[in-house]
């Protein structure tokens, strides 16, 4: 196990009121970090995860050389969409998720729509007067992304947007519904530490890990702290330096990286706090 950093509470107030308590050490923390790694060893829940579907990355794949222009990457940050023609109709909405290993999963297709509606979500909100990427034709094909169990084929819309040559490639299935956790979560307010806001990316080489972490306006900022054992990796969210003057109460949640001992592979990536798997955000 690696050395840890100080640990905090996530303790928000309103202003005038009293600060937060002072951050607590490795030894609040890894008694819990322990438990639930404990806690999943040998489990049916962890057997259900390593048997469903679980991406490390995002469901979008840009095109190649994207953005040209300024323009471009504003119109996909503001989910700025529009349609040149229409989108095809009633496709097959079975398929399946095949591993590089040999091994496959029965999936649901989404339809055309239902995956161009994950996409333009501008509406009328900001960035609705931006210019759009315009999308000229969609069809459906497969994209690689890496996995809990490695790298796998899955079913992909994959749109074709004006002036690129290759498309926006929309993963068309959902993630698999994680098991429930074999340990129960901790309460806000306990000095364990605070639950963590998503995966954000795992590195092409599995040896570090991005998660949302959460802070306060008051502190110097969120720390994430690690066990890794053979069958999992087991992270804990805290914020350093915590004031205990007057604060404003807010939740801030920055990207952390942690740097692992070996490759994550095919170990369960599990948060302290709330004893689940850590899962991609968006």
């Known amino acids: 196990m690696r050395s840890f950093a100080l640990l905090g509470v996530l303790c928000l107030f309103t202003m005038g009121s009293a600060g937060c308590g002072t951050t607590v050490g490795a030894d609040a923390a890894a008694p819990r970090m322990r438990q639930v790694a404990d806690a999943w060893k040998g489990t049916e829940a962890a057997r259900a995860w390593r048997e469903g579907y679980y991406p490390l990355e995002d469901a979008v794949r840009l095109p190649d050389g994207a953005f040209h222009n300024e323009e471009d990457k504003l119109a996909y940050l503001h989910r700025n969409f529009t349609l040149r023609r229409a989108l095809p109709g009633s496709t097959a909405r079975h398929g ?94 306990t000095d364990s530490g605070s639950p963590l806001y998503g995966l954000r990316s795992v590195a092409e080489d599995g040896r570090s890990v991005t998660v949302g972490a959460a802070h306060g306006a008051c502190d110097d900022g969120p720390t994430v702290d690690v066990l890794e054992t053979r069958d999992s990796v087991v992270l804990s969210g805290g914020v350093r330096g915590v004031d205990d003057g007057p604060c404003t109460m807010q939740l801030l949640v920055d990207p952390v990286t942690v740097r692992l001992d070996r490759p994550l592979g095919g170990r369960l990536l599990l948060d302290a706090f709330t004893g689940a798997p850590v899962t991609m955000t968006g």
């Open 96 to 189: 399946h998720i095949r591993w590089t290993s040999g091994a496959s999963l029965p999936a649901t297709i989404m339809t055309a729509r239902q995956a161009y509606e994950t996409l333009d979500r501008d509406d009328d909100g900001p960035g609705a007067g931006d210019a759009p990427l315009t999308v000229t034709e969609a069809v459906l094909g497969t994209t690689t992304l890496n996995t809990s169990r490695g790298p796998a084929r899955v079913p992909a819309w994959l749109f074709t947007l004006d002036g690129y040559d290759t498309p926006l490639k929309r993963v068309a299935v959902a993630p698999s519904k994680p098991p429930r956790a074999p340990v129960r979560s901790l309460s806000e307010g």
